[in-house]
Structures are given as structure tokens and as C-alpha cells.
């Protein structure tokens, strides 16, 4: 099977979605430091409603990014349908 076409929006998102969670790593490494930074707190909060969001957008479009039950899947299971981590 060959790798589905995808449409320049795609790689896009993809790449806001990873300087996200970049973000979210960067800040979490930070608060386990500073555990009581309000302002670091509140970023990583409205970072993670982003990444929410950014998510939710995604999937809406091109299918399921997460497997276990962190992403819905669509009728019929439309895992097969995104491409594989190793094809973006």
C-alpha cells in the first residue's frame, strides 16, 4: 500500500502541533524544578488548551492521531487511513 497523499495543510499543522508539545516538554521540565511558578503554570495550561485543540482540528480532518483510546475513531475504523508516523 502506498502512502496516502496528503495536502500541504497537513504537514503544517503536524509541525505547529510538534513545536507544542516541544513547548509543553520544555515547560514541564521546568516546573518539575519550580514547581510553584504561577506564570510557568498558567503557560503550560493555555499550551495544553492549544494542543487540545490543535488535536481536535487535526483529527477532524485526516483521522485518529493516538491510539489506546486518546484519539475517536471514525466509521468504518479509519486507523489504516492516516499515514504511519514514519511516512510524514
Known sequence: MSPKQLPPQFYQQMEELQAVDFVLVDLTLYLDTHPNDMTAIQQFNQM????????IDIEKVYGPLQQYGNSYSGYPWNWNESPWPWQL
Do not use: G, W
Open 48 to 55: 495544553s488548551q492549544v494542543r487540545q485543540q490543535l488535536k
